[in-house]
């Protein structure tokens, strides 16, 4: 950029020092393309005072930025934009966790009424200090014009207008109010649609009286079950999200282009193959398996030369998005909160340098609930060439053990449920993540499609190899876990002090593991020697004579106050002071005492034997929680 607008220039000299330095940078081509577009956007927004004229008073501009115009929708929409990439690189911008559609999983229950808002020309509404004048001006027609409220491109922008947000919501989320928001977009809940129709009037009177403009074809001011927010339809009676169905058929569109492409002979390029990668990728939310296809649609990028070069073969990479097209005419929706159904089988398997083998510990095919099967002559040729890993080779196992058992009794595999155990760390993090070496990721993307043909659950958990059911020895739990942290031991011990407890003692720690645990019985993340149960959620918290001690990892904090109130489970909770939807849920829970945690080295995490246990401080404010039903 600094070379286009100055010829000869060092780049270098003009990223020296705190402040931008004075260059003018010229208008993208677009802008030309769409001259009465450009026109019309700034006339209107002198109108609203949102732009002015420079004047000769003012002196001169540092930062003349280029102005260009955004296309989407094939055309259809369009957006002015300034570029001022050159003064975002002086601009010190804070860190902000944004809310994600994975929120409103957290608070919309069966058969809530939803409304939804969305903001208008939402960065207008913030006006700048005079002190960025100088740096916000662009040049139009051979005059000069600046912004006076903060305009689309500045680095800072979604920082500042999702923090004025986050303050106007923090009393709505006060007085219980269930909402997510991203930015200029907001989705609530009620429990009933009178309450919601409420909600939805007193938000847009709130909103317009603080000066928002609301765009009224893009809210949802009529309650209803479903409505569409992040690009989502969500589904409160099925509790589910959707992809909308214009972006199904845009996908559709943009393959049966492309397919029509390749039929004509015209070379696709690698740039429009991230497009489909990323458009299936988006749907993730909706559609469990999309990141798995994604990844193998994005296996064509491999090796790309350039963006715009052709790809060899797209044969392939239209067949991967074609088998995601069928896929999400079969299921479009991924529910949340469901009742998880109960484990109808186990099944052990294991690969070696010669096959697989596996069984069935609970023995449903009686004498015949075991099976070895040796590989096959490109396996074996593979395995002799070293191209065979110990990942891809027990990924494929699990396969193949699914595969011995529908051949043995078909409807074990048919809308049910598996358990499978294996000795592998690597290809149970292969299979959860649907990521890996292209070989692993091939034989993953094998064993997920024919489990989703048959409506099978898989669940792949990991077992030592010292245990009843796997063969060989497997060491990792002989290194230490540098990833578990805890409470310091005498913050703990003073959590107990509290009169509200009335003597009484925790009887489980939730969430722990064999090193970490501060309790005799713990629930940890996998197989554990001492564990009382695998995975804290699946396991029951309820019951008068439960005191739970919940330390959990805190982007779990929404499941674990959904699991807390659900099964009404007295517990201490160790909770940061965050101002999300769940703390709205955590007010409305009878919490008998609270108390801040001293910040200085309040974590500790074990170094293993002998070592010196590792200190830490959080970054924010954390509490202890005690919530007590009984």
Same mark, same amino acid.
């Given at each position: 950029?600094?070379?286009?607008?100055?010829?000869?220039?060092?780049?270098?000299?003009? !990223?020296?020092?705190?402040?931008?330095?004075?260059?003018?940078?010229?208008?993208?081509?677009?802008?030309?393309?769409?001259?009465?577009?450009?026109?019309?956007?700034?006339?209107?927004?002198?109108?609203?005072?949102?732009?002015?004229?420079?004047?000769?008073?003012?002196?001169?501009?540092?930062?003349?930025?280029?102005?260009?115009?955004?296309?989407?929708?094939?055309?259809?929409?369009?957006?002015?934009?300034?570029?001022?990439?050159?003064?975002?690189?002086?601009?010190?911008?804070?860190?902000?966790?944004?809310?994600?559609?994975?929120?409103?999983?957290?608070?919309?229950?069966?058969?809530?009424? !939803?409304?939804?808002?969305?903001?208008?020309?939402?960065?207008?509404?913030?006006?700048?200090?005079?002190?960025?004048?100088?740096?916000?001006?662009?040049?139009?027609?051979?005059?000069?014009?600046?912004?006076?409220?903060?305009?689309?491109?500045?680095?800072?922008?979604?920082?500042?207008?999702?923090?004025?947000?986050?303050?106007?919501?923090?009393?709505?989320?006060?007085?219980?109010?269930?909402?997510?928001?991203?930015?200029?977009?907001?989705?609530?809940?009620?429990?009933?649609?009178?309450?919601?129709?409420?909600?939805?009037?007193?938000?847009?009177?709130?909103?317009?009286?603080?000066?928002?403009?609301?765009?009224?074809?893009?809210?949802?001011?009529?309650?209803?079950?479903?409505?569409?927010?992040?690009?989502?339809?969500?589904?409160?009676?099925?509790?589910?999200?959707?992809?909308?169905?214009?972006?199904?058929?845009?996908?559709?569109?943009?393959?049966?282009?492309?397919?029509?492409?390749?039929?004509?002979?015209?070379?696709?390029?690698?740039?429009?193959?991230?497009?489909?990668?990323?458009?299936?990728?988006?749907?993730?939310?909706?559609?469990?398996?999309?990141?798995?296809?994604?990844?193998?649609?994005?296996?064509? !990028?491999?090796?790309?030369?350039?963006?715009?070069?052709?790809?060899?073969?797209?044969?392939?990479?239209?067949?991967?998005?074609?088998?995601?097209?069928?896929?999400?005419?079969?299921?479009?929706?991924?529910?949340?909160?469901?009742?998880?159904?109960?484990?109808?089988?186990?099944?052990?398997?294991?690969?070696?340098?010669?096959?697989?083998?596996?069984?069935?510990?609970?023995?449903?095919?009686?004498?015949?609930?075991?099976?070895?099967?040796?590989?096959?002559?490109?396996?074996?040729?593979?395995?002799?060439?070293?191209?065979?890993?110990?990942?891809?080779?027990?990924?494929?196992?699990?396969?193949?053990?699914?595969?011995?058992?529908?051949?043995?009794?078909?409807?074990?595999?048919?809308?049910?449920?598996?358990?499978?155990?294996?000795?592998?760390?690597?290809?149970?993090?292969?299979? !959860?993540?649907?990521?890996?070496?292209? @070989?692993?990721?091939?034989?993953?993307?094998?064993?997920?499609?024919?489990?989703?043909?048959?409506?099978?659950?898989?669940?792949?958990?990991?077992? @030592?190899?010292?245990?009843?059911?796997?063969?060989?020895?497997?060491?990792?739990?002989?290194?230490?876990?540098?990833?578990?942290?805890?409470?310091?031991?005498?913050?703990?011990?003073?959590?107990?002090?509290?009169?509200?407890?009335?003597?009484?003692?925790?009887?489980?720690?939730?969430?722990?593991?064999?090193?970490?645990?501060?309790?005799?019985?713990?629930?940890?993340?996998?197989?554990?020697?001492?564990?009382?149960?695998?995975?804290?959620?699946?396991?029951?918290?309820?019951?008068?004579?439960?005191?739970?001690?919940?330390?959990?990892?805190?982007?779990?904090?929404?499941?674990?106050?959904?699991?807390?109130?659900?099964?009404?489970?007295?517990?201490?909770?160790?909770?940061?002071?965050?101002?999300?939807?769940?703390?709205?849920?955590?007010?409305?829970?009878?919490?008998?005492?609270?108390?801040?945690?001293?910040?200085?080295?309040?974590?500790?995490?074990?170094?293993?034997?002998?070592?010196? @246990?590792?200190?830490?401080?959080?970054?924010?404010?954390?509490?202890?929680?005690?919530?007590?039903?009984?």
């Amino acid at each position: 950029m600094l070379k286009q607008a100055i010829p000869g220039c060092e780049p270098e000299d003009f !990223l020296l020092g705190k402040e931008p330095h004075p260059v003018q940078f010229p208008n993208h081509h677009s802008t030309e393309k769409h001259a009465g577009y450009v026109r019309q956007e700034v006339q209107k927004a002198i109108d609203m005072g949102v732009i002015a004229r420079w004047t000769p008073e003012m002196g001169s501009p540092t930062v003349v930025n280029g102005l260009r115009v955004v296309e989407s929708k094939g055309g259809r929409k369009l957006r002015l934009c300034m570029n001022p990439m050159y003064p975002n690189l002086f601009m010190k911008i804070p860190p902000v966790k944004y809310e994600t559609i994975a929120d409103v999983c957290g608070f919309v229950q069966e058969g809530d009424w !939803l409304f939804t808002t969305d903001d208008t020309s939402g960065y207008w509404n913030l006006l700048l200090h005079p002190s960025m004048y100088p740096i916000a001006a662009f040049e139009l027609s051979g005059e000069i014009f600046y912004f006076r409220a903060m305009a689309f491109g500045f680095a800072p922008a979604c920082w500042v207008y999702t923090l004025l947000k986050q303050e106007l919501l923090r009393p709505l989320r006060t007085l219980s109010w269930d909402l997510a928001y991203l930015i200029d977009d907001l989705l609530s809940a009620a429990r009933s649609e009178p309450e919601a129709q409420f909600g939805a009037r007193l938000l847009v009177r709130l909103l317009t009286a603080l000066g928002f403009t609301l765009g009224a074809a893009k809210c949802q001011l009529r309650p209803a079950h479903q409505a569409r927010f992040l690009g989502f339809i969500v589904d409160a009676e099925k509790q589910a999200l959707k992809v909308p169905e214009d972006k199904v058929q845009g996908l559709v569109a943009l393959v049966v282009g492309l397919e029509t492409q390749v039929g004509a002979g015209e070379p696709i390029s690698y740039r429009q193959v991230a497009q489909v990668a990323g458009k299936i990728m988006a749907m993730s939310p909706a559609v469990s398996l999309a990141p798995l296809h994604a990844r193998v649609v994005g296996q064509a !990028l491999v090796g790309k030369a350039a963006w715009d070069a052709a790809l060899p073969d797209p044969s392939m990479f239209l067949q991967r998005a074609r088998i995601f097209l069928s896929l999400l005419e079969l299921k479009n929706g991924r529910t949340w909160w469901a009742k998880p159904s109960p484990t109808r089988l186990r099944a052990v398997g294991d690969a070696s340098e010669l096959g697989f083998g596996g069984l069935l510990p609970d023995g449903e095919l009686g004498a015949a609930s075991s099976f070895y099967v040796p590989f096959t002559p490109d396996q074996a040729r593979r395995m002799m060439a070293g191209d065979f890993s110990s990942t891809e080779r027990e990924v494929s196992a699990m396969g193949v053990c699914l595969k011995w058992i529908e051949a043995s009794r078909p409807e074990l595999t048919m809308s049910s449920t598996i358990q499978y155990q294996t000795d592998s760390q690597s290809a149970m993090f292969c299979v !959860l993540g649907m990521k890996g070496a292209a @070989p692993c990721l091939r034989a993953v993307d094998e064993l997920l499609c024919w489990c989703a043909e048959r409506d099978l659950e898989l669940e792949v958990v990991w077992y @030592p190899r010292e245990s009843n059911f796997q063969e060989a020895a497997d060491a990792l739990s002989k290194h230490p876990d540098l990833t578990q942290w805890q409470l310091r031991a005498e913050v703990f011990d003073s959590l107990w002090m509290e009169p509200c407890l009335g003597g009484r003692q925790p009887t489980v720690d939730a969430f722990a593991d064999e090193r970490s645990t501060k309790l005799p019985k713990f629930y940890s993340p996998t197989w554990s020697p001492n564990s009382a149960g695998i995975d804290a959620f699946a396991q029951p918290w309820g019951g008068p004579d439960q005191l739970l001690y919940i330390n959990p990892p805190f982007q779990l904090m929404g499941r674990v106050v959904r699991k807390i109130r659900d099964e009404q489970a007295n517990c201490v909770l160790v909770t940061p002071i965050w101002p999300r939807w769940w703390m709205v849920t955590l007010n409305r829970m009878p919490v008998r005492a609270r108390h801040r945690l001293p910040h200085s080295g309040l974590f500790e995490c074990p170094k293993g034997a002998g070592g010196t @246990p590792m200190v830490k401080s959080p970054r924010y404010a954390v509490e202890a929680l005690y919530i007590i039903w009984d």
